[in-house]
């Protein structure tokens, strides 16, 4: 059963980063526009080269 | 600050009357809002988005396809104006939305904010419910008190940040000494995790953490769903409101010059352009005009101004420019003392209490009193603290409202998305329950079962000369009944003639020159004829011959015919209020079959005539557009208003209507019975999976799987259930 000392702290670790990455989704407000991001993604504007900001 | 005015196209009729001319943002890098209604691809985001990026002055621009809205940075000089005509030109209607109308931030926080405690809970409770299946299937001893440690270790932070929103709202209940639905909650929520820190610290077998964090997440997600609805239909109410922004013409030395309303004073000269609202109560100084009161009166025939009349603020003025002296500004013009009534009106309503609450009501005492009799009565039969603690905290888990808390929002997101889509936009939360129970209809007629726009009936009396002579002088004219007269020319394929020095004056009518002959056409007392009075009418005069009169009628609405059909059909009483003349309403009221109906009324016998119908019992659902129907609306159990209407009109109803069309109203009536049926429904098979699960934790036989097993399926079942109303389209 020792293994357990790992396998628990692994587990949560990686649910963590899980919850992590979505906290940062939701704080940089990449849920504000579903349905125009859905569209976006199938404009071929920047495929061949990346958008310089 | 200069004033380049060209009335760009509005979104709606009850927009065109206002000044809609951009002005000069003050702020340096200024942030333009645009509402776009006609993008729905990403070739159209592609498209706007190049076609303003690629203007000189535009830092930034983004579409938000969702909202429907154009988000742009640009330098000051940059004119919203000519932003606008580019993207017609690429073929995209485009409005201006007045930015600080729109306050995004309050409730799209909020909705993160519980998006965000939402995450944790799910989170948390996942991994605690990993570990309890662990403990459910057999793990012992030392095995098992550390998988309790653990479990502790990830609810006690998780559930102090999480269900802070219940703490909180229950905090303020008690602190008040009443009983909310959040006052059980938090109080299953902490004893739970009392109960279970204890059991841990002695090497318990049961340990209520996982459920203590689905509860949390459960209701948390009743929580989200009803702050998501409620502010999409904010935002879109604000966005009406946001189409309408408030500007005026104020005369300086160096001509009129574009102000905000809400600067404008008593004694100021402000001009009222053609086609604009006035801005103010005032007195005509200058210049001749008819105005349009319908949105006022609910009258239909416009009344002429000369100066040393008075003006109200809302009337529309129709042909020539007027300037008025200002008498009176801001919150003491009618238009705002008629917004007063409406508050009074509205103290009636909040009695309603919605189907949660009263549920609530019998819910929680009902709950600790049960939890406390088996805590009670557990301690008198075996004298043990721990087990008898230990069984009311399960009773309070169980009966705890998971599903109670999902039954209504689950419900309303799913019913109020649908109508949504078909048009309708629900504003008040008990909207949909209030719309459920009514029996009575009452209809203002002017503007919203019928259009507001005049259209001419005796066209085809009319001689080919006359019609020809008719369509070109309507040409030169912005009044009403001028653009009805070309419609009817236009749809007839009309010829028209050449004429020469076409005059409008402002006030009367068009005159012009045809050949060698002098036509005429405008007021009938103007041309020289007597009209009965009751109908709109206009008379038209070429040369020396005998002038003839051309007749308008109010059309009725889009849908107006299948709506009242259908009402009536389904057995409801259908009443017509109306402040216009008799004559024209019953005229109406005969062409469109209703029984019942009233003209000439003043905003307050309307608004008595409603009230009384409520003294008598019945429910009644109002609907209507005019600010002569404000305090109308807000004294009904329930009220809609078309998107065209006033803004007044719009704050005081409980749902607005999108589109042109009067049809979504019926289908709304049904949805909202069923979605009255499907909370009902929810609630009896929450009390269905208490009923059997609460005698087995009132005998102690509840372990921690009965509880999760028992929240969950009722929680599911309840939002299954309600997902129904959206499926069936």
Redesign the interface.
């Known amino acids: 059963?020792n293994v357990?000392a790992y396998l628990?702290p692994i587990?949560?670790i990686l649910?963590?980063l899980?919850?992590l990455g979505?906290?940062y989704t939701?704080k940089s407000r990449q849920?504000?526009?579903?349905?125009?991001d859905s569209?976006?993604i199938?404009?071929d504007?920047w495929d061949d080269y990346p958008k310089d900001d | 600050m200069t004033t380049v005015t060209t009335n760009t196209a509005v979104a709606c009729p009850g927009c065109l009357a206002g000044p809609v001319d951009p002005i000069d943002a003050p702020s340096k890098d200024a942030r333009i809002l645009l509402s776009l209604p006609t993008v729905h691809?990403?070739?159209c985001?592609?498209k706007v988005e190049r076609a303003l990026n690629s203007y000189l002055g535009v830092t930034s621009a983004r579409?938000?396809?969702?909202?429907k809205r154009a988000m742009i940075e640009a330098a000051p000089e940059v004119e919203t104006g000519t932003l606008i005509d580019l993207l017609a030109d690429e073929g995209f209607e485009a409005h201006e939305l007045d930015a600080g109308a729109l306050s995004e931030t309050t409730t799209?926080t909020a909705g993160?904010d519980l998006?965000?405690r939402l995450?944790?809970a799910g989170?948390a409770s996942?991994?605690v419910m990993?570990l309890s299946v662990a403990v459910w299937s057999g793990a012992e001893d030392a095995?098992r008190d550390?998988f309790h440690w653990?479990s502790a270790a990830?609810a006690l932070p998780a559930i102090s940040f999480s269900a802070q929103p219940f703490f909180v709202n229950a905090w303020h209940a008690l602190r008040v000494g009443r009983l909310n639905m959040d006052v059980p909650i938090s109080l299953a929520i902490v004893l739970a995790l009392v109960t279970s820190l204890w059991e841990t610290w002695l090497s318990g077998h049961h340990a209520y953490f996982d459920a203590a964090l689905t509860l949390t997440f459960f209701l948390l997600a009743g929580r989200w769903l009803d702050a998501r609805a409620r502010s999409a239909a904010r935002s879109a109410a604000e966005e009406l409101t946001a189409l309408e922004v408030p500007r005026a013409l104020r005369w300086s030395e160096n001509g009129p010059v574009e102000v905000a309303v809400s600067e404008l004073q008593v004694g100021d000269r402000v001009l009222v352009r053609p086609g604009a609202r006035a801005p103010v109560d005032g007195e005509v100084v200058n210049g001749q005009s008819e105005v349009d009161r319908a949105l006022l009166t609910g009258e239909t025939l416009p009344e002429r101004r000369c100066p040393g009349d008075m003006i109200s603020a809302g009337e529309v003025n129709l042909t020539g420019p007027l300037t008025l002296r200002a008498t009176a500004v801001g919150q003491d013009t009618s238009l705002q003392r008629m917004a007063a009534l409406v508050t009074i009106a509205e103290s009636g309503r909040s009695r309603y209490t919605s189907l949660a609450d009263r549920a609530a009501k019998l819910y929680a005492p009902g709950v600790h009193i049960l939890s406390a009799l088996a805590f009670i009565g557990w301690l008198i039969w075996s004298g043990d603290m721990r087990v008898s603690l230990n069984i009311a905290a399960a009773v309070l888990i169980i009966t705890c409202p998971c599903a109670l808390g999902l039954a209504v929002p689950a419900v309303t997101t799913a019913a109020s998305g649908r109508l949504f889509g078909q048009g309708l936009l629900i504003k008040s939360a008990t909207a949909l329950e209030r719309l459920a129970e009514v029996d009575t209809v009452v209809f203002d007629k002017t503007g919203t079962l019928t259009t507001g726009k005049p259209q001419l009936t005796n066209w085809d009396d009319l001689q080919a000369q006359q019609k020809a002579v008719a369509y070109a002088l309507a040409l030169g004219s912005q009044h009403p009944l001028s653009l009805a007269i070309v419609e009817m020319a236009r749809a007839q394929g009309c010829e028209q003639v050449q004429l020469s020095d076409t005059s409008e004056i402002p006030g009367f009518g068009v005159e012009a020159s045809f050949g060698s002959e002098k036509v005429r056409m405008g007021r009938p007392d103007w041309i020289g004829v007597v009209s009965d009075g009751d109908e709109i009418c206009t008379a038209l005069q070429v040369g020396g011959a005998a002038p003839i009169l051309l007749t308008f009628t109010d059309t009725a609405r889009l849908g107006a015919d299948q709506l009242l059909t259908a009402l009536k059909d389904q057995g409801f009483d259908v009443v017509l209020l109306s402040g216009d003349r008799t004559a024209a309403v019953e005229a109406f009221a005969d062409a469109l079959g209703i029984d019942e109906w009233h003209a000439s009324m003043l905003p307050q016998e309307k608004a008595e005539f409603v009230a009384e119908l409520g003294d008598q019992g019945r429910r009644v659902l109002m609907v209507g557009d005019g600010l002569n129907d404000t305090a109308a609306l807000a004294s009904a159990h329930v009220s809609i208003s078309p998107a065209q209407a006033l803004d007044a009109a719009r704050a005081a109803s409980d749902m607005v209507l999108l589109g042109q069309t009067l049809s979504p109203i019926a289908d709304a009536v049904a949805v909202a019975r069923q979605a009255t049926r499907r909370i009902r429904e929810n609630f009896q098979i929450a009390t269905l999976y208490n009923v059997i699960a609460v005698p087995l934790a009132v005998a102690g036989m509840a372990t921690p799987l009965i509880a999760a097993l028992a929240m969950s399926t009722s929680s599911i079942s309840v939002s299954l259930n309600a997902l129904r109303i959206g499926g069936r389209r």
């Open positions: 059963m357990l628990i587990s949560l649910g963590g899980g919850l979505f906290l939701l849920y504000d526009d579903p349905e125009g569209r976006r199938l404009s504007t | 691809c990403q070739a985001i592609a579409v938000n396809l969702t909202l799209r993160r998006l965000m995450a944790v989170f996942m991994n990993l095995t550390l653990i990830i």
